[in-house]
């Protein structure tokens, strides 16, 4: 091969070739995945939405993972195994346990102890669950499949918004469906209470989605 076949075709193939994007990993970690990620950033915040900070002194610290989408609930668990309890106490005040079915809800409920103690990490999180007798099959496999299911810390706010969003809208169908079954056969007082317990326990719902809104920088709340 002669010298010519291995230059590049001209200078500024070359430049473009070595230049990284603005936010790009220092050079002895970049590679065409992280530049990319970069690029995916800036268009994500092009959009409005406030920068993914994937990256560490390092360079990369967690990648998307390959497979189907995770649901919500599985990245907030994921988010909250990875970050500092400071973080996790604040999401604790929006998610309660109550709000997520099992086998999610064994688990935050743990991750959400032991921040109170000053602890985070997965492996804390499974000693927690087979202390406390709560370490079914189901259990150990869903925080297996959380602690690697791409969620991110700094995500947080919008997974609890996005779970209390449908936990309110499913609150609401069940108090509509029970208010129109009692109308016509409960007494006054039945009726009251029905308005009166329903009613609190949708506010404070909705309290708390107004609450995972701002957090999550929704202009409009």
């Known amino acids: 091969m002669t010298t010519n076949e291995n230059a590049p075709a001209s200078n500024e193939g070359a430049s473009r070739l070595h230049q990284p994007a603005v936010d790009s990993t220092p050079s002895v970690h970049r590679s065409q995945i992280t530049d990319q990620l970069d690029r995916f950033n800036s268009a994500w915040v092009a959009q409005g939405h406030p920068p993914i900070q994937y990256r560490g002194g ?4 967690q990648l998307p993972p390959a497979g189907p989408a995770s649901d919500t609930c599985r990245l907030l668990l994921c988010g909250a195994l990875w970050t500092s309890p400071a973080v996790v106490n604040d999401a604790a005040a929006l998610i309660h346990p109550d709000d997520l079915d099992e086998p999610h809800r064994t688990i935050w409920a743990a991750i959400v102890t032991l921040a109170g103690r000053g602890i985070t990490g997965p492996q804390a999180v499974k000693d927690e669950i087979i202390r406390t007798g709560d370490a079914s099959q189901m259990v150990r496999d869903e925080l297996l499949q959380a602690m690697h299911a791409g969620g991110v810390p700094e995500a947080l706010n919008y997974y609890c918004a996005q779970i209390l969003a449908d936990r309110f809208r499913r609150a609401v169908e069940s108090y509509g469906t029970g208010a129109v079954g ?6 006054e007082d039945e009726l009251w209470e029905l308005i009166v317990t329903g009613g609190t326990r949708l506010r404070g719902l909705h309290d708390r989605l107004t609450a995972a809104r701002k957090g999550a920088g929704h202009a409009d709340q």
Do not use: P
């Open 58 to 61: 390092t360079g990369v610290t």
């Open 182 to 187: 009692w109308a016509a056969t409960a007494s």
